[in-house]
Structure formats: structure tokens, C-alpha cells
């Protein structure tokens, strides 16, 4: 029987939120013997059907990790983009419709948008195919215990990603499993998968950026950039018209194509209206 490592979650720049290259996800991958990965952009399949595309060394299989009002769920297998902030219901009919599997990330993670307080009613009604029951970027294992217990108890496969968004992260978790050649036969054969994992934490997401005299560049937040180039978060740039503020160049990395209540909190908290609902 062949078997293979699989990382079932993890991230290129075009999430926005993160920094991976396709030519970098080729090079880790061969480092870490991966060899299938599902690139799970937020809100986004695109970078995932290019490399699925190309021979990269490695065998990408096309996934989304999409918001919805009720956290975060992530389609495998997929050859259309769903549309974020979706209902999770309608979230899963289009995954499914599509041949694709539904995958319930780091369910039980408070910091990150999750579907725990919703998970077991999906699991319940026949809604979700995987629960990931170990994600390398979860430092205190309770949420991941959690995760395996809810699975163990709907009699659910279990999955594990690195949720990588920056090289040095893919491969800190998989899932050594038999070969598989499509959905039906990847649901199949984790019930043979062993799980691999470590934390492995995020690198910064938003590094200072030095002014042109080496000094740290430290500016306020809320006004437009003093030497007018985006602030140093990574993201997709929008264009914000504020009153009071005029024309504030921002890159918000959920706007397009990540998390849409981001930018809704931005301009709240731009606004100053944040909290007051």
C-alpha cells in the first residue's frame, strides 16, 4: 500500500494575510517530503488552481477556507470559489454541489473565527465530511483535544494542516495516509491516516517597516501614512473615505479576499463608533 504526507490546510500570499510563494511552497514541501497539499486560501482558489495547474513537485489539490457569519469552514476539492460571509448552510450546499468535501477547521479556537458553538449541530444534521483534530498553529492542545472528541463522537474523520502562512510553517502537520485519487477515496482512506504535528507559530504577520534612515518608522494608526506608501499590514488595498479623515490608504489583508467583518471594525473603529452596537 503507497502511502503519502498530506498537509490539509495552509496558505499562499494570495490570502492576503499571508506570505508564501507558489516557488516557495514547492521548496518546503520537498523539504518537509510532503506530497499532497490543499491550498486553503481565505476566501480565494485561485493561486491554489495556478499551482494545481503546474508541475511544482508536489500534488495540490484546490481548497478555500471561507467565512461565514458563524466562523470559518473550509472546502476541499473544489473547482468553483464560494463567496464569503455567506450562511454556513448555504456555504455547505455550494461546496458539496461542487463534488467538494466540507472540512471544519481549528473548531475550537477562540482566537481565530471557528464554528465551535455551531459545529455539533452541523455534525449532528450530516453537514460536515472532517474535523480538524490537530492544527499546528493552536499552542495549547485543549482546543485540538476538544476537536477530537467532537469527531470522535459524530464518528467523523479527523484531519490535520499546518494552516501555514509563511514557508517556514508548511509541513508542521499531516496526515500520513494511503494514496487517494478524488474525494470519495481521500474520506476513505483517513480512516487509515496517522497524524504528525508540533506548534509551529506564525511568523510576524506585520513587521515594521524601517524608515529611510534605518530609524523604526512610528506613525498613528489612524492617520494617512507620512512617506504615502500602504501601511505595513498584508493585504489587498482599499481605498477608505472616512469624514473628518479624507482619503486613507490602508491594506486590510480580509478585505479582498479575506475576512469582510474586518473591514467593518476598521471603519467602525476609524468612525469611533467600535463597541457601541
Do not use: W
Request: hydrophobic share 45%.
Amino acid at each position: 500500500m503507497s502511502l503519502v504526507r498530506v498537509d490539509c490546510h495552509l496558505h499562499t500570499v494570495a490570502s492576503g494575510d499571508a506570505v508564501t510563494t507558489l516557488d516557495e511552497l514547492a521548496e518546503r514541501a520537498a523539504r518537509e517530503n510532503l506530497d499532497v497539499v490543499f491550498i486553503t486560501d481565505h476566501n480565494e482558489i485561485s493561486a491554489a488552481v495556478t499551482a494545481a495547474g503546474q508541475n511544482v513537485g508536489v500534488r495540490v489539490i484546490v481548497g478555500e477556507e471561507i467565512r461565514t457569519p458563524d466562523g470559518d469552514i473550509i472546502g476541499l476539492f473544489l473547482t468553483e470559489r464560494v463567496p464569503y460571509v455567506l450562511p454556513v448552510a448555504e456555504v455547505v450546499a455550494r461546496i458539496r454541489s461542487q463534488g467538494g468535501l466540507v472540512y471544519a477547521p481549528h473548531p475550537f479556537d477562540d482566537g481565530r473565527s471557528s464554528l465551535g458553538r455551531v459545529l455539533p449541530g452541523l455534525c449532528a444534521a450530516g453537514a460536515v465530511d472532517i474535523v480538524e483534530v490537530f492544527n499546528a498553529k493552536i499552542e495549547t492542545q485543549g482546543p485540538n483535544e476538544r476537536a477530537l472528541a467532537l469527531a470522535t463522537a459524530y464518528a467523523l474523520p479527523g484531519g490535520a494542516g499546518s494552516d501555514a502562512h509563511d514557508p517556514a510553517g508548511i509541513g508542521a502537520a499531516y496526515l500520513e495516509m494511503p494514496d487517494f485519487d478524488g474525494p470519495a477515496s481521500f474520506l476513505a482512506a483517513l480512516a487509515d491516516a496517522r497524524i504528525t504535528g508540533k506548534y509551529r507559530p506564525h511568523a510576524p504577520r506585520y513587521p515594521r517597516r524601517p524608515a529611510a534612515s534605518g530609524r523604526a518608522l512610528h506613525v498613528d494608526p489612524l492617520q494617512a501614512d507620512p512617506v504615502r506608501q500602504p501601511f505595513p499590514v498584508v493585504g489587498a488595498v482599499a481605498e477608505v473615505q472616512l469624514a473628518r479623515l479624507g482619503p486613507l490608504e490602508v491594506q486590510v489583508g480580509v478585505v479582498l479576499p479575506g475576512e469582510a467583518d474586518a473591514a467593518v471594525e476598521l471603519e467602525a473603529l476609524l468612525r469611533g463608533t467600535y463597541g457601541s452596537a
